[in-house]
T-cell receptor
Framework: EDQVTQSPEALRLQEGESSSLNCSYT??????LFWYRQDPGKGPEFLFT???AGEEKEKERLKATLTKKESFLHITAPKPEDSATYLC???????????FGTGTRLQVFP | DTGVSQDPRHKITKRGQNVTFRCDPI?????LYWYRQTLGQGPEFLTY????????KSRLLSDRFSAERPKGSFSTLEIQRTEQGDSAMYLC?????????????FGPGTRLTVT
């Protein structure tokens, strides 16, 4: 069964303290791995798509990487406005549905 | 703003009542998706459409749930005889399938509370 596990469940960082979020996955055949950001009471906001092992994508303070079993979302010098829940999802070959993990709740305090 | 829109944003209903939600996708997108999210969980897939055709339905979509996309534009999700367990955020997303790109863009959601 296709599955996504994210860790840690929650992360508290001081402003400027870099860290990484983990997304481990099992999927029959990977079409793509997606990262989303979700603020409380809002819909998920698309961040990145990764398609194959070794691929990396960057956007401002965020960098996503992919291996055959996991993905990391690296946050460099975070700011309080980066506080949100970060969701990882996989999409298997032959289907459009996204299978999400439960997310990592990130808090960045000044 | 040309993002995905959902209506209503909040709905409170009594157990046993029927409710209907509407989703308007990004205009040029050909695929539309429905997900459900409960507190502390990631979104769970319900169903999706390619234009008017419903291509896939989750086992979560019981007989009380029905979704339509009659003209290949907006979509509706109806829940009949609501139960307290239906309380959740209902999310709609859309995508333009092109080459490898299957990114799904989400709307703000409809929060359903069943009392």
């Amino acid at each position: 069964e296709d599955q996504v596990t994210q860790s840690p469940e929650a992360l508290r960082l001081q402003e400027g303290e870099s860290s990484s979020l983990n997304c481990s996955y099992t999927v029959s055949g990977l079409r793509g791995l997606f990262w989303y950001r979700q603020d409380p009471g809002k819909g998920p906001e698309f961040l990145f798509t990764l398609y194959s092992a070794g691929e990396e994508k960057e956007k401002e303070r965020l960098k996503a990487t992919l291996t055959k079993k996991e993905s990391f979302l690296h946050i460099t010098a975070p700011k309080p406005e980066d506080s949100a829940t970060y969701l990882c999802a996989v999409q298997a070959l032959g289907t459009d549905k996204l299978i999400f993990g439960t997310g990592t709740r990130l808090q960045v305090f000044p | 703003d040309t993002g995905v829109s959902q209506d209503p944003r909040h709905k409170i209903t009594k157990r046993g009542q029927n409710v209907t939600f509407r989703c308007d996708p990004i205009s040029e997108h050909n695929r539309l998706y429905w997900y459900r999210q409960t507190l502390g969980q990631g979104p769970e897939f319900l169903t999706y459409f390619q234009n008017e055709a419903q291509l896939e339905k989750s086992r979560l979509l019981s007989d009380r749930f029905s979704a339509e996309r009659p003209k290949g534009s907006f979509s509706t999700l109806e829940i009949q005889r609501t139960e307290q367990g239906d309380s959740a955020m209902y999310l709609c997303a859309s995508s333009l399938v092109s080459g490898r790109a299957y990114e799904q863009y989400f709307g703000p959601g409809t929060r359903l509370t069943v009392t």
